[in-house]
């Protein structure tokens, strides 16, 4: 599976916006997806899950830190996720890795990931 993150820009605080990310392959259902994201000088930080289609538990996972600003949702029939990021904050500034990982259930570590894409730079300016 290759992934393709893109979406990212200059933005500022209380603004919105959306990443994507587009896979090849066609068993993208099967795949749980993921955002991550690192911020300068720190570790890789997760950023929200969304099942595989075969995961029968809760729904969807947020990190808390974008816990009610956030909504990750993928579109399995253009193989692709969404990251929408609403209510921006300086501190969400970093770049943006979404992965897919063959395992089931919200995965939230990055070792269970087995694809990443490049990853996307988003800067919130206040």
């Known amino acids: 599976v290759q992934l393709q993150a893109s979406g990212g820009g200059l933005v500022q605080t209380g603004d919105s916006l959306i990443l994507s990310c587009a896979a090849s392959?066609?068993?993208?259902?099967?795949?749980?997806l993921g955002w991550f994201r690192r911020a300068p000088g720190m570790d890789r930080e997760f950023v929200a899950a969304?099942?595989?289609?075969?995961?029968?538990?809760?729904?969807?996972k947020y990190a808390d830190s974008v816990k009610g600003r956030f909504t990750v949702f993928r579109d399995d029939a253009e193989s692709t996720v969404y990251l929408q990021m609403n209510s921006l904050k300086s501190e969400d500034t970093a770049v943006y890795y979404c992965?897919?990982?063959?395992?089931?259930?919200?995965?939230?570590?990055?070792?269970?990931?087995?694809?990443w894409g490049q990853g996307t730079q988003v800067t919130v300016s206040s």
């Open positions: 992965a897919a990982g063959r395992r089931v259930g919200l995965l939230q570590n990055w070792f269970e990931y087995d694809y």
């Open positions: 969304a099942p595989a289609a075969d995961w029968t538990g809760a729904g969807l």
């Open positions: 392959g066609r068993t993208f259902s099967i795949y749980t």
